[in-house]
């Protein structure tokens, strides 16, 4: 959550870990050999029955201590969930559970677990081993509840059987239990619609409880802030761990031969952190078969050089804010219309954004449940914006000012300054003049946007951390703040409603109310949704891009 404000819990993406985790100069390859250094990549170790994924550096292989993607890239392949998303989605799908169920409350989630499936270390998977982990997270001491550790529990589920803070409240989670060895049962506090998509969060995957036992899972080590199974995680994936060299920042898994899906095509699996701007030459050079985070400028040449550039769905929107608190003339639904209309977003997409990016017409992206296709859709329109202008009184023009950063990138915001650019050019050709405030983006212009106090305009987006439309729409407008300045108890209301439903069929109806809603009050202006991408290798296929990072790498190929 690099740079991002604690009410917008996210896993760190993979952007903010390869930008600011870098590979320390004098990390060795895999076999030994000269240190790795600003001009020197690794030494080659790719066969065919080897995968090497370049990555930023990886902090901890517990997932439930975890908040960084790349360690969790790691743990992925060896542990897994009881849901999972869709491939290529983020939709919740049957992981470990075969079927999943809420009941009529809303408050109790019955998982039928699949059968004959096994840990890493031979102990069976059962309706036991699931209640444990859940018990463990519940009650993880006091030592591991800082907000960097145990991020995701608390960001979901809240608080512990014993808070160690005050800042921690009531916990969402009230029981597991083991109905039989085939079928657990998760008892909640109130219903939420956190669920069931919150289960496929990779901080939420299963642990052989011998391994937790065996490596004290909940004591940290010596003077580490983590448990020694952060170390040497046990899961059922398609993976086991093998070892993780600190020194030359590598981690090695192999093919599990008693897989219960379906069996691994590569042997080995090696992800190595390798510096950002070391990667694509280390591509070039075939000392590597991939790596995440490739940079727009490359993404055409590497794909016309025959190398498989996966862009990935965007799970993301930028925005544009208005803020209704600081200007009188924001406030009038008119003038935030003629900001909608005056705005060219389908040029934006084709000017500021890689291939994959897609025009917002709504807060999330279409790919989940609840995106309404019949919202008001504001073409790019000068002349409406100045006929909504002259009917709120601003006939003769209006001054705002536009707040937007400098030194970050994200997918959803690529190019800030160019983005701004484009942006002021259409407002000023409907009447409306731009005063543009560049800032440094941490602390800044975080702290700017958050106060509220002195921005009209301002440019910012919103990650989802797993499939769901609340996700979304509540991490930016379940209550009023001064990023916005909206203060429309409705609207609030019916995000308190919808969040309060178990039931994912009984919510979707009400997320495409809401969304028609959104687009009514305008609080911002949904611009674009932004894609990252990873590469592979020329001869390497069968990854399917996810939009939450969930590539699969048991299906990837050399041929």
């Known amino acids: 959550m690099a740079a991002m404000r604690t009410r917008r819990w996210r896993i760190w993406s993979a952007a903010v ?56 890239r790691v743990t992925r392949q060896v ?37 004959g499936v096994t ?18 997270w519940y009650r ?37 239990t083991a109905r039989d060895p085939a079928t657990a049962e998760i008892a909640l506090t109130r219903a939420s619609s956190r669920f069931p998509a919150a289960f496929t969060l990779p901080s939420f995957a299963i642990s052989s409880p011998q391994a937790l036992r065996e490596q004290a899972a909940d004591k940290p080590a010596g003077g580490s802030r983590y448990p020694a199974y952060g170390n040497k995680p046990v899961g059922t994936g398609p ?25 691994a095509k590569v042997q080995h699996l090696i992800f190595q952190t390798v510096e950002a701007g070391l990667r694509k030459q280390a591509l070039l ?12 400028e490359d993404r055409k040449p590497l794909a016309e050089q025959g190398f498989h550039v996966l862009t990935r769905p965007a799970f993301n929107t930028l925005y544009l804010g208005i803020n209704q608190r600081g200007n009188p003339a924001l406030a009038k639904p008119e003038v935030r219309q003629a900001i909608a209309y005056a705005v060219d977003r389908q040029r934006l997409v084709a000017e500021a ?30 002349a409406k914006a100045k006929e909504l202008l002259a009917a709120a009184g601003y006939g003769s023009g209006l001054k705002l000012r536009f707040h937007y950063p400098r030194n970050v990138t994200r997918p959803y ?70 990023e916005f300045g909206v203060t429309d108890a409705d609207l609030f209301a019916r995000l308190k409603t919808v969040d309060g439903i178990g039931d994912p069929v009984q919510r979707r109806p009400l997320y495409e109310q809401l969304n028609a809603r959104l687009l009514e009050l305008l609080p911002a202006v949904p611009l674009v949704h932004g894609p990252d991408a990873l590469v592979l290798d020329k001869n390497l296929t069968g990854i399917t891009p996810s939009p939450l990072t969930d590539e699969d790498f048991a299906a990837a190929l050399f041929t």
């Open 119 to 136: 840990f890493h270390d031979g102990t069976a998977l059962d309706a036991a081993a699931v209640c444990a982990n859940f018990d463990r």
């Open 285 to 296: 050079d075939g000392k590597i078969d991939g790596y995440d985070l490739v940079a727009v």
């Open 353 to 382: 954004f890689p291939d994959g990016a897609k025009l917002a017409l709504n807060f999330h992206p279409e790919l989940l449940p609840g995106w309404n296709p019949d919202v008001a859709a504001y073409p790019h329109d000068p």
């Open 239 to 263: 993976y086991r761990f093998v070892s993780w060299d600190k020194a030359a920042r590598k981690v090695e898994l192999e093919a599990f031969d008693g897989y219960h899906g379906t069996a």
């Open 79 to 115: 542990l897994e969930t009881l849901v999972q998303a869709e491939p290529g989605g983020a939709v919740a799908a049957p992981g470990l559970a075969e079927t999943f169920s809420v009941d009529g409350t809303g408050t109790v989630w019955t998982f039928r677990l699949k059968r």
């Open 140 to 176: 993880l001491p006091a030592a591991l509840q800082a907000g960097d550790i145990s991020a995701a529990w608390q960001a979901v589920f809240g608080g512990f059987a014993k808070n160690a803070s005050s800042r921690l409240g009531a916990s969402l989670f009230k029981s597991c």
């Open 413 to 482: 915001l690529p190019d800030p300054k160019k983005i701004f650019e484009l942006l002021a050019a259409d407002l000023r050709a409907a009447g409306i003049e731009v005063e543009g405030v560049e800032l440094r983006w941490t602390p800044d212009y975080l702290n700017a946007v958050a106060k509220g106090t002195a921005h009209d305009l301002h440019l910012y987006g919103v990650t989802g951390n797993y499939g769901e439309a609340y996700d979304f729409m509540g991490q930016l407008f379940a209550a009023p703040n001064a």
């Open 17 to 72: 870990s390869a930008a600011a985790l870098l590979l320390a100069a004098g990390c060795t390859g895999d076999k030994g050999g000269p240190p790795v250094t600003a001009s020197s990549p690794p030494p080659a170790v790719s066969t065919e029955d080897t995968l090497v994924f370049a990555m930023g550096q990886i902090r901890i292989l517990d997932p439930a201590l975890s908040p960084d993607a790349e360690s969790l």
